[in-house]
C-alpha cells in the first residue's frame, strides 16, 4: 500500500468533544416554538377488530389540541400505511389491530404530561379474534390469517413468492442450493442432525425512538432517531403524496442504532399529528414502547450436515422458520440473508436451504446487528463442532479443511470470497491459545462471512473553501460507529489536507447527497468510495479553474498536496479558486458510486466474523464466567484503527448479550419483559477478563485503500461460540440460547444422566 | 397542583426556579437547557441520566426536583473549565470510551463521582462502581481503561 498521511491512523473522533461533554444534540433533545407533545395510545389485544373508539373524554381534557385515529388519515386521503418493501404497517391501526402494544390512537396536547392524562381516557372496544403467537403455529392449517389481504409490493428486495404466491400467514421465503442433496446424504460417513433456537431480541438504542414533525411553506420536515433517512423520507413522501424533495429527514446525532432504527418507525404518525393540528409535533417513545416498536426475529432452525470420513462437507440441508411478527417490514431481507448466512464460509457440493417467515400477533421484526448471521450462525457452526467430535478431528483443523479460499464463490455467480478465512482463524485460535489447557475452561469459535453492504447506491459532496479547507458533505447517519471521523480521513488523505480542515455535514435530506441506508455495514467500503470519487472530481475541477487562469493546457498540471502543480511550482486550492473567481469562490466535487465496476457483483463485499472466547462454568449455579473474547477484523484495511476494535467489541459485546442474557419472552399474548430490568442487557460485570481485538490487514476490500466493512461480524459467531465451548466442556452441546444460568444447569445435568444413565 | 419555588446550585452557579411539586429532576435540568442528561431506561437501571447531587451520583429520572432545594447539583455540563476538558472527559476521547455517546453524560459522571470518592481505584473498582451504568456500544473496556487513565492524570496533577 502507498504512504498515507491520515488514512490509517486512530484519529480521535470528530464527535469527540461534542459527546463528552453534553453539547451533542440527538433528536430528543430537538424542540421549536409551538410545539405540542403525543402520547401513543396503544392496544391492549393481540388480535381483534376495533369495533369503536370513543374520543370525547380524551378531546375534552385539559391541553388536548387533537386525538387521532387511523381512521382520520383514511379520510384526509392519506397513505395510511408504510412499509420499504411491502405496504402494510399502519401508521395508526385501521379496523384491526394485530399485536399487543400496537398503535390505535395519538392524544396531542400542549404538553407531554396533558397528551399522557387525556391518553388513559381514550376508549377503546375490542372484538376479539383468534390469537397465533408462535412462528410454526402461524403456519399450520387452521390458523387465524394476519393478512388476507396483502399489501401492495413497493420494493422487491428479498421476496421470492415461488409458485402460486405465498400462503397463509407466509411473510416471506427464501430459498437457497445446488448440487444433488440425496445423493450426497446417501454417499455420507457421518450426518449430523439437530434442531437449533435462537432468541428473539431487543436493540435497546439507549435513545428510544423519537421524532419532531412540522410542515414549513408546505414542505413536510421531520427530525427523527432514523438511521435511512432517505428510505423514511420515501415511506413520508408516500404517506403525504409529496414530491420527494419537498420532504425533509435529518437524524442529528442518534444515540445507538445497531439496525434498530433502520426503516420508518414513528416518524408517520408524528407527521400526521403535525398535518392535523397545525403545530410541531413531538413524539418520544419510552423504552417500553421501543420494545413494542421494534425487536428481532427470533429462529427455529432444523439442520443436518453430512460429511466424509476426513471430515470434508458433502452437503448441508437448513430449514429455518423465523417470528416476523405482525408486519412485513425488514423481513424479506432478514429472511433471505439467514437463508445467505447460515451455511457458512465452506466448500459444499450440495445444499438446500429453505427459510420462511411467518406473520404472528406479536411486536413486528425488523433489523438488527448482523441479521440473519447470528440466528443461521448457532446452527451451521455448531454442526462443524458436533461433527469434530464425532470423526475425532480437531474442530479448528475441521474448518481449515472445509474453508472456502480467498478469489473463490460462497455462492455462484456471487462475488468471490474477499478474504483470507483460514489465516484468520489460524491467528484466532492462536490468540485464544487453542485448543486450551487449562482444567475447568473451554474455548468456543466460529467463523461467518455475511454478504454485507446492502445495495451499493451512494453519493458524495465535496466542497473546497477558498482557504482551501473542506466540508464533506454524506447522506450515511452518525450513529456513534464513526462514520463522521473515517471519512473525513478519506477527504483528508484524497485532497492532502489537515483533517482539521475537514467538516462533514451529514444526516439531512434536505442538504446532503443521496445515501440509500446507513447500515449493513456499508459507509467505509460504499460511501467511502464515493467520498473518494467526489474529491476526485474536485481536484479535476480545480485543475480545470488552474489551466483557465494560468493559462496553460491541462495536461500540464498536476495534483499536489493540497492544491495543483505545475511548471515546478505549486498552488493551494485556495489560491487557485480565489484567482479564478478574482474574489471568494468554490469547488464542488459530486461522487456516485452504483451497482458496476468495483461493486457490479454482489455482495459489494463480504463481512467476515471471526471471533471466539474462553469460559468457565459455576456448576452448582450454572452461571458462565468469560475468561477470554478474542476478535480478529477482517477489515481489509483499517482507516481508522480505533474505531474497527471498537467496532469489533461492540458486536461481541451485543453478541454475548443474546448468547448468555438477552430474550423478550412472549407469555400468553403479551411480552412478560418488555423493560430493561427484565430483559437483561450485558452491564460492565459482565466484561470478560481479558479482551483482546486484533486487525488482519490484506487489502482485499472493494472499499478505499482495500478496506471492507466491520461492525457486525465480530458478533455473529459468539452465539455459536459460548454453545460451542459448553458442549466441549460437558459432551452435549446446547442448541438453544441464550445459555441462561438454569438452561446450562439444566445441560450440565443431561450431561451426568448421559454419562452415568 | 402545587407550584413553589427551589433554590439549588447548578454547575456552580445559584438559581433560583419555579417547579412542580410532581417534577423529576431530569425534567429540571433539561428545562433548563441541560440537555446533556439523557433519559433512557426510566427505571433506574441504565444511568444515563446520572448527575450529581451534593456530591453523591443520583438517576435524576427518579428523583423529584423538590429533592435539589438549597443542595449542589452537576450535570456534564458542568464538568469542563471552560474550554478545558476535565481529565476524564480527555481520557474518554483518547481512550475511545463512547460511540454514539448517548450514556457518555452519565457515564462521566458517574465516573466522576468514583473518582471523588476512591482518587486510586483499580480495574476491578471501576467495574463494579460502573455497574448501575449501561453502555450499548463500547464493550466497557475501553471505559474502564479511560477512568483508569483519568484517575492517574488527576493523581500526577496534585
Given amino acids: 500500500m502507498k504512504d498515507k498521511r491520515v488514512a490509517g491512523t486512530s484519529a480521535r473522533r470528530a464527535d469527540g468533544i461534542a459527546k463528552v461533554t453534553g453539547a451533542a444534540r440527538y433528536a430528543v433533545d430537538l424542540s421549536v416554538p409551538g410545539m405540542a407533545h403525543a402520547i401513543v395510545v396503544r392496544s391492549t389485544r393481540a388480535h381483534a377488530r376495533i369495533k369503536s373508539i370513543d374520543r370525547e373524554a380524551a378531546a375534552a381534557s385539559p391541553g388536548v389540541i387533537r386525538v387521532l385515529t387511523g381512521d382520520d388519515l383514511v379520510g384526509a386521503g392519506l397513505t395510511p400505511y408504510y412499509g420499504h418493501v411491502v405496504l402494510d404497517h399502519p401508521v395508526l391501526a385501521i379496523e384491526r389491530v394485530r399485536f399487543h402494544g400496537e398503535p390505535v390512537a395519538l392524544v396531542v396536547a400542549d404538553t407531554r404530561r396533558e397528551a399522557a392524562e387525556a391518553a388513559e381516557l381514550v376508549e377503546v372496544t375490542y372484538e376479539?379474534?383468534?390469537?397465533?403467537?408462535?412462528?410454526?403455529?402461524?403456519?399450520?392449517?387452521?390458523?387465524?390469517?394476519?393478512?388476507?389481504?396483502?399489501?401492495?409490493?413497493?420494493?422487491?428486495?428479498?421476496?421470492?413468492?415461488?409458485?402460486?404466491?405465498?400462503?397463509?400467514?407466509v411473510c416471506a421465503v427464501a430459498r437457497v442450493g445446488w448440487g444433488d442433496l440425496d445423493d450426497a446424504f446417501a454417499r455420507a460417513h457421518l450426518v449430523v442432525e439437530g434442531e437449533y433456537r435462537y432468541p428473539m431480541l431487543y436493540g435497546y438504542a439507549m435513545e428510544p425512538y423519537n421524532a419532531l414533525a412540522f410542515f414549513d411553506q408546505g414542505d413536510l420536515v421531520v427530525y427523527s432517531s432514523a438511521q435511512h433517512v432517505y428510505m423514511v423520507r420515501r415511506d413520508l413522501a408516500r404517506m403525504f403524496h409529496l414530491p420527494l424533495a419537498r420532504v425533509r429527514v435529518s437524524a442529528p446525532y442518534v444515540g445507538g442504532g445497531y439496525g434498530t432504527k433502520s426503516y420508518t418507525k414513528v416518524e408517520g404518525m408524528t407527521a400526521a399529528a403535525a398535518f392535523f393540528t397545525g403545530r410541531p409535533v413531538k413524539l418520544d417513545l419510552s423504552v417500553e414502547e421501543a420494545i413494542l416498536t421494534t425487536r428481532s426475529a427470533s429462529a427455529h432452525i432444523r439442520a443436518r450436515s453430512a460429511f466424509t470420513k476426513d471430515g470434508k462437507l458433502l452437503a448441508r440441508d437448513f430449514d429455518i422458520v423465523m417470528n416476523a411478527g405482525a408486519y412485513t417490514d425488514n423481513t424479506p431481507l432478514v429472511n433471505s440473508k439467514t437463508a445467505n448466512r447460515c451455511f457458512g464460509p465452506y466448500r459444499i457440493p450440495a445444499l438446500r436451504v429453505v427459510a420462511r417467515s411467518a406473520f404472528t400477533n406479536t411486536v413486528p421484526s425488523s433489523s438488527l446487528r448482523g441479521f440473519g448471521a447470528p440466528q443461521g450462525n448457532i446452527a451451521g457452526e455448531l454442526q462443524m463442532d458436533e461433527a469434530a467430535v464425532a470423526l475425532g478431528i480437531d474442530p479448528v483443523e475441521l474448518r481449515m479443511r472445509n474453508l472456502v479460499g480467498p478469489g473463490e464463490e460462497l455462492m455462484p455467480g456471487k462475488r468471490p470470497l474477499d478474504a483470507d478465512l483460514r489465516d484468520d482463524l489460524r491467528c484466532l485460535a492462536s490468540a485464544l491459545e487453542w485448543p486450551g489447557a487449562i482444567v475447568g475452561r473451554s474455548i468456543g469459535l466460529g467463523v461467518s462471512a455475511s454478504d454485507a453492504g446492502a445495495y451499493p447506491t451512494s453519493t458524495a459532496a465535496?466542497?473546497?473553501?477558498?482557504?482551501?479547507?473542506?466540508?464533506?458533505?454524506?447522506?450515511?447517519?452518525?450513529?456513534?460507529?464513526?462514520?463522521?471521523?473515517?471519512?473525513?480521513?478519506?477527504?483528508?488523505?484524497?485532497?492532502?489536507?489537515?483533517?482539521?480542515?475537514?467538516?462533514?455535514?451529514?444526516?439531512?435530506?434536505?442538504?446532503?447527497?443521496?445515501?440509500?441506508?446507513?447500515?449493513?455495514?456499508?459507509?467505509?467500503?460504499?460511501?467511502?468510495?464515493?467520498?473518494?470519487?467526489?474529491?476526485?472530481?474536485?481536484?479535476?475541477?480545480?485543475?480545470?479553474l488552474a489551466a483557465d487562469t494560468l493559462a496553460v493546457a491541462a495536461a500540464e498540471i498536476e495534483d499536489a498536496p493540497g492544491g495543483i502543480g505545475v511548471a515546478g511550482r505549486e498552488l493551494g486550492y485556495g489560491e487557485v479558486i480565489e484567482r479564478w473567481f478574482g474574489a471568494g469562490g468554490e469547488v464542488l466535487g459530486h461522487g456516485a458510486v452504483r451497482r458496476a465496476e468495483g461493486f457490479a457483483k454482489m455482495p459489494p463485499f463480504y463481512e467476515i466474523g471471526c471471533s471466539g472466547l474462553e469460559l468457565?462454568?459455576?456448576?452448582?449455579?450454572?452461571?458462565?464466567?468469560?475468561?477470554?473474547?478474542?476478535?480478529?477484523?477482517?477489515?481489509?484495511?483499517?482507516?481508522?484503527?480505533?474505531?474497527?476494535?471498537?467496532?469489533d467489541a461492540g458486536a461481541a459485546m451485543m453478541g454475548l448479550g443474546a448468547a448468555l442474557h438477552e430474550e423478550l419472552v412472549y407469555d400468553g399474548e403479551q411480552l412478560a419483559n418488555p423493560n430493561v430490568v427484565d430483559y437483561r442487557v450485558p452491564r460492565f460485570s459482565d466484561l470478560p477478563d481479558q479482551?483482546?481485538?486484533?486487525?488482519?490487514?490484506?487489502?482485499?476490500?472493494?472499499?478505499?485503500?482495500?478496506a471492507k466493512g466491520a461492525g457486525e461480524g465480530a458478533g455473529n459467531t459468539i452465539g455459536g461460540s459460548v454453545a460451542s465451548a459448553l458442549g466441549r466442556l460437558f459432551g452435549v452441546f446446547p442448541h438453544q440460547l441464550p445459555a441462561t444460568p438454569e438452561r446450562v444447569w439444566r445441560l450440565i445435568r443431561d450431561a451426568e444422566t448421559k454419562r452415568d444413565p | 397542583m402545587g407550584k413553589r419555588e427551589i433554590r439549588l446550585r447548578l454547575n456552580g452557579g445559584d438559581r433560583r426556579v419555579e417547579i412542580e411539586d410532581q417534577m423529576l429532576l431530569i425534567e429540571l435540568v433539561r428545562s433548563l437547557g441541560l440537555v446533556g442528561t439523557k433519559l433512557s431506561c426510566d427505571a433506574q437501571v441504565c444511568g444515563a441520566c446520572t448527575v450529581l447531587l451534593d456530591g453523591r451520583p443520583v438517576s435524576s429520572c427518579t428523583t423529584l426536583a423538590i429533592e435539589a432545594d438549597g443542595k449542589p447539583v452537576v450535570t456534564i455540563e458542568g464538568l469542563a473549565d471552560g474550554a478545558k476538558l476535565h481529565p476524564l472527559q480527555q481520557a474518554f476521547i483518547d481512550r475511545f470510551a463512547f460511540q454514539c455517546g448517548y450514556c457518555t453524560p452519565g457515564m462521566i459522571v458517574s465516573a466522576k463521582a468514583l473518582l471523588d470518592a476512591r482518587p486510586a481505584p483499580d480495574a476491578a473498582e471501576v467495574r463494579h462502581w460502573m455497574e448501575g451504568n449501561i453502555c450499548r456500544c463500547t464493550g466497557y473496556q475501553t471505559i474502564v481503561d479511560a477512568v483508569l487513565d483519568a484517575a492517574e492524570h488527576l493523581r500526577s496533577a496534585r
Fill in chain 1, 128 to 169: 376479539e379474534l383468534p390469537v397465533v403467537i408462535d412462528a410454526e403455529d402461524a403456519l399450520k392449517k387452521g390458523a387465524p390469517d394476519l393478512h388476507e389481504r396483502r399489501g401492495d409490493r413497493v420494493g422487491d428486495e428479498g421476496m421470492d413468492e415461488g409458485e402460486g404466491g405465498l400462503p397463509t400467514n
Fill in chain 1, 462 to 544: 465535496v466542497r473546497i473553501h477558498s482557504d482551501s479547507s473542506v466540508t464533506l458533505f454524506t447522506g450515511s447517519t452518525e450513529l456513534g460507529q464513526g462514520s463522521r471521523t473515517v471519512l473525513a480521513q478519506i477527504v483528508a488523505e484524497e485532497l492532502g489536507v489537515a483533517l482539521e480542515g475537514v467538516g462533514v455535514v451529514n444526516g439531512d435530506t434536505g442538504v446532503v447527497t443521496y445515501e440509500r441506508t446507513t447500515g449493513a455495514s456499508r459507509t467505509t467500503t460504499i460511501t467511502g468510495r464515493a467520498v473518494q470519487e467526489a474529491c476526485r472530481d474536485a481536484r479535476r475541477r480545480v485543475r480545470g
Fill in chain 1, 616 to 647: 468457565s462454568v459455576d456448576r452448582e449455579t450454572g452461571q458462565i464466567h468469560i475468561t477470554k473474547l478474542t476478535t480478529v477484523g477482517d477489515v481489509g484495511f483499517a482507516i481508522n484503527p480505533a474505531l474497527v476494535h471498537g467496532q
Fill in chain 1, 691 to 706: 479482551v483482546t481485538h486484533l486487525l488482519a490487514e490484506r487489502g482485499d476490500g472493494s472499499g478505499p485503500y482495500g
